[in-house]
């Protein structure tokens, strides 16, 4: 019988790449045009927040007072060092001045509570291409598909936007990732290593701009808390968490932890949505339309001895081996009767319906 596998690591694969900017913009390169890994290849304007000032409370009047003090219009243009508003003291001997600390647009004032709202000026963003190769297809105003060489690490769990940086090594592979592994140091960079993500050690690589984290396992209340089903998968948490084995303490495979030390200061990028990890292959390039179908899961036979994982959600934390290759039809907790398969876990062995797992493959 044939169930679902799964290859964890490919190397040198071609592959269409799916750069995307993060707003409408303009794309700069055309179908069949080469591009480098730091071509710029789109742009766009992206808001930058807000911030609020008490212009009442600044200037010393009333609520009701500090329009009439404002200089500019609001939806005005401003910069840092202009004077947005002004009162006269003392019958005009002098002045109090509010002077803007940021370039920004004047948004909003709300007289009631005499607070002026300042969007931060737009910043341009460039996309880069991020790999080598050839622009397959444009995507008008949003992105392009690139022809590349790649190698991929596939995991089972991803939270947060696609993100890129290059690969740190913080941790063992068979120990929880503890605070002091994450420095000034990894800002910027997709940190490897750890059988456990916490929590805390999530928030701590958000106070440091740390771009994503690559850990074995993580409690299920931690997932939940952090990208929970009602907010969904899609939504953004500040830093994007690629979990290679499952929930609970997991270990990461010998053969990833591995791979990613080979990798390691190398430029990569997390895709969120597809759960993998790509390292593209900065001196090779491949036509667009040579690359090779990505298929996430394939079918293989069960046999004796093939490492397998209990994907019945929501666990992800059971690892096995296949004990016997022969099926059996058995009754199982639902009360139903469904072929099953002979799985020897670390400490017992029991029979598992097929359906609920997946064959890991190492080569």
Same mark, same amino acid.
């Given at each position: 019988? &044939?169930?679902?596998?799964?290859?964890?690591?490919?190397?040198?694969?071609?592959?269409?790449?799916?750069?995307?900017?993060?707003?409408?913009?303009?794309?700069?390169?055309?179908?069949g045009?080469?591009?480098?890994?730091?071509?710029?290849?789109?742009?766009?304007?992206?808001?930058?927040?807000?911030?609020?000032?008490n212009?009442?409370?600044? @200037?010393?009047?009333?609520?009701?007072?500090? /329009?009439? %003090?404002?200089?500019?219009?609001?939806?005005?243009?401003?910069?840092?060092?202009?004077?947005?508003?002004?009162?006269?003291?003392?019958?005009? @001997?002098? *002045?109090?001045?509010?002077?803007?600390?940021?370039?920004?647009? %004047?948004? =909003?004032?709300?007289?009631?509570?005499?607070?002026?709202?300042?969007?931060?000026a737009?910043k341009?963003?460039?996309?880069?291409?991020?790999?080598?190769?050839?622009v =397959?297809?444009?995507?008008?105003?949003?992105?392009? !598909?690139?022809?590349?060489?790649?190698? *991929?690490?596939?995991?089972?769990?991803?939270?947060?936007?696609?993100?890129?940086?290059?690969? /740190?090594?913080?941790?063992?592979?068979?120990?929880?990732?503890?605070?002091?592994?994450?420095?000034?140091?990894?800002?910027?960079?997709?940190?490897?290593g750890?059988? %456990?993500?916490?929590? *805390?050690?999530?928030?701590?690589? &958000?106070?440091?701009?740390?771009?994503?984290?690559?850990?074995?396992?993580?409690?299920?209340?931690?997932? !939940?808390?952090?990208?929970?089903?009602?907010?969904?998968? #899609? +939504?953004d948490?500040?830093?994007?968490?690629?979990?290679? +084995?499952?929930?609970?303490?997991?270990?990461? !495979?010998?053969?990833?932890? *591995?791979?990613?030390?080979?990798?390691?200061?190398?430029?990569?990028?997390?895709?969120?949505?597809?759960?993998r990890?790509?390292?593209?292959?900065?001196?090779?390039?491949? =036509?667009?339309?040579?690359?090779?179908?990505?298929?996430?899961?394939?079918?293989?036979?069960?046999?004796? $001895?093939?490492?397998?994982?209990?994907?019945?959600p929501?666990? &992800? =934390? @059971?690892? $096995?081996?296949?004990?016997?290759?022969?099926?059996?039809?058995?009754?199982?907790? #639902?009360? %139903?009767?469904t072929?099953?398969? &002979?799985?020897?876990?670390?400490q017992?062995?029991?029979?598992?319906?097929?359906?609920?797992?997946?064959?890991?493959?190492?080569?």
């Amino acid at each position: 019988m &044939l169930v679902l596998a799964r290859r964890i690591t490919i190397e040198n694969a071609p592959r269409i790449i799916e750069r995307e900017l993060p707003i409408e913009g303009r794309v700069l390169v055309k179908p069949g045009q080469q591009v480098r890994p730091e071509t710029v290849i789109g742009v766009c304007w992206c808001a930058s927040g807000f911030k609020t000032f008490n212009l009442a409370k600044l @200037l010393k009047v009333p609520a009701s007072r500090s /329009k009439d %003090l404002i200089l500019h219009p609001i939806g005005s243009r401003i910069y840092k060092g202009a004077v947005i508003a002004k009162r006269k003291q003392f019958g005009g @001997l002098r *002045e109090l001045e509010f002077i803007s600390p940021i370039d920004g647009i %004047l948004h =909003d004032f709300s007289e009631q509570k005499g607070i002026l709202t300042i969007q931060y000026a737009p910043k341009e963003f460039k996309l880069v291409a991020g790999v080598g190769g050839v622009v =397959d297809r444009v995507i008008p105003n949003r992105g392009v !598909n690139i022809g590349a060489v790649v190698s *991929e690490v596939k995991g089972v769990l991803a939270a947060g936007s696609d993100r890129d940086g290059l690969i /740190k090594i913080i941790s063992n592979p068979d120990i929880a990732i503890a605070s002091p592994a994450i420095t000034g140091t990894c800002e910027g960079k997709i940190v490897v290593g750890g059988a %456990l993500l916490s929590k *805390e050690i999530i928030y701590k690589c &958000l106070a440091l701009k740390v771009r994503g984290i690559v850990c074995g396992g993580i409690h299920w209340r931690d997932f !939940n808390e952090m990208v929970t089903i009602a907010r969904g998968r #899609s +939504e953004d948490i500040g830093t994007t968490v690629f979990i290679t +084995e499952g929930f609970g303490y997991q270990p990461m !495979n010998k053969q990833i932890f *591995e791979f990613l030390t080979r990798y390691e200061n190398r430029f990569a990028m997390i895709l969120s949505d597809l759960v993998r990890l790509v390292i593209p292959d900065l001196g090779k390039t491949v =036509d667009g339309k040579e690359y090779i179908e990505d298929k996430n899961v394939k079918l293989a036979p069960i046999a004796v $001895g093939e490492q397998v994982r209990v994907i019945a959600p929501p666990r &992800l =934390d @059971l690892f $096995g081996k296949i004990a016997e290759a022969e099926l059996v039809e058995d009754r199982v907790e #639902s009360g %139903l009767r469904t072929q099953t398969c &002979l799985v020897e876990f670390e400490q017992k062995t029991e029979r598992v319906p097929v359906r609920n797992v997946e064959i890991i493959k190492t080569s």
